[in-house]
């Protein structure tokens, strides 16, 4: 076998290794607890599960809530992509819209909560400016507001991205044809995202069904299936049996969706050319358009801006006198900054070891002579893990490393987030291997360079935008995962996320924010500087 083949199959064996111990086993495992009741195999955890009205109700609430969230999410994803990338807007009032709009990405979605309760409640910020307490923070409606603001950036970055690709002659086409107003916007802008606008529903659907934080601030009594989850495991008297089936039941939305998914897929539009068209103009659209997407990434600004107070004064909501007594006396605490170099630490070693991972699993997938078996394995992977919940997964891991070398150490978490978030850095990979020349590699090897002196003097160098960007992704979503991690810590392995639950039980809320500012500017500062530097590398290719 040619020394070529010998490395791409080292690279595939490793990425199937550390998957069949990483992801295949913990999920079999968690499987086979789900069908263990008092040492023998049975069905008795499932039928509990069906036969508790807790458990169906949770199931219920979490059905209704996300599927409302999730089309509010879609109308306003649609709504202002459509404002970035059809009206006449000015550039940099686009730009705004779309930087504010997944801004809050960059925040973990337990501090969603207690934002809202703090905008929101009888002595909230906002409260207090308008005289009157809007809505109901604990349960439905705070539930709503806070999907809605946490599944919106990836709605919009998914119907953002694919309004690029639709040609924006057809518009002109249908007004020449005589076409109304709707039906050229239903014909030229909505038609052509159906598949788009589909999936975009899908994915808010499940992001809000196996998300954790925000019910763990504000469900109140509105109880869905993340909380039941977690109340099986880690409540007063623990049912792993019950647990692992309701870790399970929680797989179904996941694996409905990516079919529903792949279906969607036939009906997205392709064409063969995208053209440059000026916007047709018209002053009443971009009115609206500028007005009502100024209004929604307000009122996420204005939900998120008690953060940006609450440190800063003496004593809220009785004192308002600005101070930075509390923000330094916390900041400056011992245990915050340990607790913020554990994620420091935890982040960057995802990243690099993440990065890794999914560039081998690229490589391998996209510029390897790897039979289809093979390439079609490692899609599956990023198929299952993009299906498997964050609290299933940390479960699972629970349930295979406990008792082992592995357990209450930065290594688990570390593992846990890279099978976690595997799917979109390497698909990232993915699609930009496949658009290199596939033929740089004979190339080398006909001069005598290695395959793993050409990866890294020509692959990588090419795609080093790429990586940094699958760097980012991986960094900052391990600074401000909560749901993936929250059975796995110790005491000495707490990150800010996950003592931000520990902190909401004493009421320390100026603690919290400081901790969510701390992710927040971290965050920020990293995707500033790596997509710097990708921006520049890619402008040199």
């Known amino acids: 076998m040619h020394k070529t083949q010998i490395e791409i199959r080292g690279v595939f064996w490793a990425v199937a290794l550390v998957f069949s111990v990483f992801l295949v086993l913990p999920t079999a495992l968690l499987l086979g607890k789900s069908f263990l009741v008092g040492g ?6 499932y039928t509990a599960m069906l036969a508790s009205p807790a458990f169906l109700e949770s199931f219920g609430n979490s059905f209704l809530i996300s599927g409302v969230s999730a089309a509010l999410t879609t109308a306003l994803a649609f709504f202002l992509a459509y404002a970035v990338n059809n009206t006449g807007l000015p550039p940099l009032l686009r ?3 779309a930087g504010m709009t997944v801004a809050p990405m960059f925040l973990p979605t337990i501090t969603y909560g207690f934002v809202i309760i703090y905008s929101f409640g009888r002595e909230g910020l906002l409260t207090r400016l308008l005289g009157f307490q809007v809505l109901d923070i604990y349960g439905f409606q705070g539930m709503l507001l806070g999907y809605t603001i946490y599944t919106l950036p990836i709605a919009f970055l998914l119907i953002n991205n694919t309004f690029k690709y639709v040609d924006k002659n057809f518009a002109i086409v249908s007004k020449v044809m005589g076409d109304g107003p ?4 239903l014909g030229t802008a909505v038609r052509p995202l159906v598949g788009t606008l589909g999936a975009a529903l899908i994915q808010s659907f499940t992001l809000s069904f196996t998300d954790f934080g925000i019910p763990a601030s504000i469900g109140g009594s509105f109880d869905v299936v993340a909380i039941h989850l977690y109340n099986e495991m880690l409540g007063a008297i623990p049912n792993f049996g019950g647990g692992a089936a309701v870790a399970v039941s929680m797989l179904l939305p996941s694996i409905i969706s990516i079919l529903l998914i792949n279906y969607l897929e036939r009906y ?13 103009k018209s002053p009443l659209r971009d009115a609206v358009c500028g007005a009502g997407s100024l209004a929604v990434i307000g009122t996420i600004a204005a939900v998120f801006a008690v953060m940006f107070v609450v440190p800063f004064v003496r004593n809220w909501p009785y004192e308002v006198e600005f101070s930075m007594d509390r923000f330094m006396r916390i900041l ?14 935890v982040a960057l070693l995802t990243a690099l070891l993440g990065t890794l991972l999914s560039y081998g699993a690229a490589l391998a997938s996209a510029r390897s002579g790897l039979g289809r078996v093979a390439r079609g394995a490692i899609d599956g992977i990023a198929v299952v893990t993009n299906t498997i919940p964050g609290m299933v997964l940390g479960l699972a891991f629970l349930f295979a490393f406990t008792g082992t070398s592995l357990q209450n150490t930065f290594l688990i978490l570390v593992l846990c987030n890279v099978v976690h978030f595997f799917t979109t850095p390497y698909l990232m990979g993915k699609s930009s291997l496949e658009k290199m020349n596939k033929g740089w590699e004979a190339t080398a090897s006909l001069m005598g360079d290695s395959w793993l002196k050409t990866l890294c003097r020509v692959v990588v160098p090419n795609s080093l935008g790429t990586v940094l960007e699958m760097f ?13 991690v929250i059975f796995l810590v110790g005491a000495r392995t707490a990150v800010l996320t996950t003592k931000i639950k520990e902190l909401q039980h004493y009421a320390q809320f100026d603690s919290i924010f400081v901790m969510s500012l701390l992710i927040l500017a971290t965050n920020i500062l990293a995707r500033v500087i790596l997509g710097g530097i ?5 402008k040199k290719q």
């Open 40 to 45: 023998e195999s049975g069905l008795g955890n």
């Open 95 to 97: 730009k705004f819209i």
């Open 182 to 185: 709707v039906r050229t916007f």
């Open 268 to 280: 997205n539009f392709r064409y063969n050319k995208v053209s440059r068209q000026d916007i047709v």
């Open 332 to 345: 400056s605490s011992r245990g915050l900054l340990s607790i913020y170099g554990n994620s420091l630490w």
């Open 472 to 484: 980012s992704y991986y960094f900052i979503n391990s600074m401000i995962t909560i749901s993936a």
């Open 534 to 538: 990708a921006a520049r590398c890619t």
